[in-house]
T-cell receptor
Framework: SQQGEEDPQALSIQEGENATMNCSYK?????LQWYRQNSGRGLVHLIL?????REKHSGRLRVTLDTSKKSSSLLITASRAADTASYFC???????????FGTGTRLQVTL | EAGVTQSPTHLIKTRGQQVTLRCSPI?????VYWYQQALGLGLQFLLW???????NRGNFPPRFSGRQFPNYSSELNVNALELEDSALYLC????????????FGSGTQLSVL
């Protein structure tokens, strides 16, 4: 079953613009993670935010978490063509053994 | 340092056949996870192995099985293949079952005809 639901399902922007994708989940979590998948291959871990954190930054990535609304957002600033990929949120009830992935947002960044 | 490696990268089988997929975790990682990703869908959790034991399995029929070897590498076996088994099968590893982050391999694309 899917814990996280990403929104939008697909997003198309031009290089240099910001991209925002959202994730909603249903149950309480210990942390929420974002992963990136290029062309249907393996996923790469991007960032982890714990349930007691509200915002986290990593390079051009900014993640927010609102546990009262059970939602998170991933902002990619100054997007590049190389950011074209699918982005998944994954909710964690404590360990990687309990990671549950959402359905993903497909991001297309055009020149 | 080598990442998670999976073999083969692509596989074509026919209905009713059996298939074995292989995964080698990052050196030092003891936990291995298997996920199924059907076309355009999210990841569905299949199996978790840690220290040679099956620790948890997802909502899949018993014809999906696997094992973990003493060197922590793992196999996923699927018997009596069905058309809907066509998917990308992803293996991931973590430092331990208590770790929070997963490291993924590039997957095995299985097509069942």
């Amino acid at each position: 079953s899917q814990q996280g639901e990403e929104d939008p399902q697909a997003l198309s922007i031009q290089e240099g613009e910001n991209a925002t994708m959202n994730c909603s989940y249903k149950t309480s979590i210990n942390n929420l993670q974002w992963y990136r998948q290029n062309s249907g291959r393996g996923l790469v871990h991007l960032i982890l935010i714990r349930s007691n954190e509200r915002e986290k930054h990593s390079g051009r990535l900014r993640v927010t978490l609102d546990t009262s609304k059970k939602s998170s957002s991933l902002l990619i600033t100054a997007s590049r063509a190389a950011d074209t990929a699918s982005y998944f949120c994954a909710t964690d009830s404590g360990t990687a053994s309990k990671l549950t992935f959402g359905t993903g947002t497909r991001l297309q960044v055009t020149l | 340092e080598a990442g998670v490696t999976q073999s083969p990268t692509h596989l074509i089988k026919t209905r009713g056949q059996q298939v074995t997929l292989r995964c080698s975790p990052i050196s030092g990682h003891t936990s291995v996870y298997w996920y199924q990703q059907a076309l355009g869908l999210g990841l569905q959790f299949l199996l978790w192995y840690d220290e040679g034991e099956e620790r948890n399995r997802g909502n899949f029929p018993p014809r999906f099985s696997g094992r973990q070897f003493p060197n922590y590498s793992s196999e996923l076996n699927v018997n009596a293949l069905e058309l809907e088994d066509s998917a990308l099968y992803l293996c991931a590893s973590s430092l331990s079952g208590a770790d929070e982050k997963l490291f993924f391999g590039s997957g095995t694309q299985l097509s069942v005809l």
